[in-house]
């Protein structure tokens, strides 16, 4: 069983960065992916960004690519995503999943943070 735990959410003025971070419970995730996902009010969930585990391979969606950066830290188990330069569209709750690299599927959700961005 994994368990994800997002932190670092926040209210930030556009143009302002935030950097969130998911704390894993898995001691080793090896050849896995994880995911970051978000989900405005009103709107479907959106996929952000996602790394592999074990060669840090990166995909980025295209709201966000060029001013978001996901990065993993293997010794923390730790799973960041920095974001800058952000607009009041980003306001979101801001979703941690993971899933093997086999899968399609993420099977394993965080909880969320809110990310707000005003005006």
């Known amino acids: 069983q994994v368990q994800l735990v997002e932190s670092g959410g926040g209210l930030v003025q556009a143009g302002g960065s935030l950097r969130l971070s998911c704390a894993a419970s898995?001691?080793?995730?090896?050849?896995?992916?994880m995911g970051w996902f978000r989900q405005a009010p009103g709107k479907e969930r959106e996929f952000v960004a996602s790394?592999?585990?074990?060669?840090?391979?990166?995909y980025y969606g295209d709201s966000v690519k060029g001013r978001s950066t996901i990065s993993r830290d293997i010794a923390k188990n730790t799973v960041y995503l920095q974001m800058n330069n952000l607009k009041p569209e980003d306001t979101a709750v801001y979703y941690c999943?993971?899933?093997?690299?086999?899968?399609?599927?993420?099977?394993?959700w965080g909880q969320g943070t809110q990310v707000t961005v005003s005006s």
């Open positions: 999943a993971a899933r093997p690299g086999s899968q399609s599927k993420y099977d394993y």
């Open positions: 898995a001691r080793t995730f090896g050849p896995w992916n």
């Open positions: 790394i592999s585990w074990s060669s840090g391979t990166t």
